[in-house]
């Protein structure tokens, strides 16, 4: 099991490298954000962890290259910051998991064990739902020949709308499928993120397809608000 990690703290890499070694994996080491993007997008790796406090970049633009470089592989990432803007920050740039500094080994084995079962995110097939079109492999939306710029995040929760046409979906069902582990249960993260969709992709072309169903969560009507 290949993994990389993009930490440039001495005490701490050594720390990670001799302790994932024990437990079987193979781990390469970057010093700075540029040094991972470039060996994430020269070598396989089944795991990426990735510190936030990095000298050059930080690790929010590095996920955000390695995403953009066309890497999958899972990613963790590390941040002594607790903030809840900062976890959606990493999130948005493509990260799979964050784990906040200071943390146990133990929990960090049992996120990369997660990740590993969970496997590469694999592009899927584009789906359509009225004028609206979205290309997961692409990262891209279009409501009718018009691009709508979004998020890795706001195309996250889109993607699981589109894929449940007329389907109400909780609020716990969308952070499951956006963020995988129980995240914020108690904040207002999906409805922020649904009013950031509704602000581009319904507001600009006069339309409502993102419904609010009183009690039970949110679906996209089945026309796509044509």
């Known amino acids: 099991m290949r993994v990389l990690l993009v930490e440039d703290e001495v005490k701490m890499t050594a720390l990670l490298r001799r302790g994932l070694g024990e437990q079987g994996f193979a781990v390469e080491v970057a010093g700075t954000g ?4 470039a060996m994430a997008a020269a070598a ?6 990735l510190d936030v406090m990095l000298p050059g970049i930080d690790g929010f633009e590095a996920c955000r290259r390695v995403r953009a470089e066309g890497v999958w ?15 959606v920050a990493g999130l948005d740039g493509g990260a799979d998991d964050y784990l906040t500094k200071p943390f146990s080994f133990a929990e960090l084995l049992a996120r990369l064990r997660a990740l590993v079962r969970r496997g590469q995110a694999e592009p899927m097939a584009p789906v359509e739902v009225g004028d609206l079109r979205l290309d997961p492999a692409a990262r891209q939306v279009w409501r009718g020949e018009t691009e709508i710029e979004l ?5 996250t929760l889109l993607e699981a709308f589109m894929r449940n046409p007329g389907h109400v979906l909780t609020r716990t069902q969308l952070l499951e ?33 993102l419904e609010t169903v009183r009690g039970a969560g949110y679906r996209l009507r089945k026309d796509g608000g044509v």
């Open 73 to 87: 592989s899972p990613v963790l990432m590390l941040t002594a910051r607790g903030a809840l803007g900062d976890r």
């Open 44 to 49: 396989a790796y089944d795991l990426i962890v």
């Open 177 to 209: 499928h956006a963020w995988e582990y129980d995240y914020e249960h108690r904040s207002n993260v999906i409805e922020v993120y649904v009013r950031y969709l509704r602000r581009k992709i319904d507001q600009p072309f006069g339309v409502k397809s």
């Open 151 to 155: 998020s890795a995040k706001e195309l």
């Open 34 to 37: 540029e040094d991972g993007v």
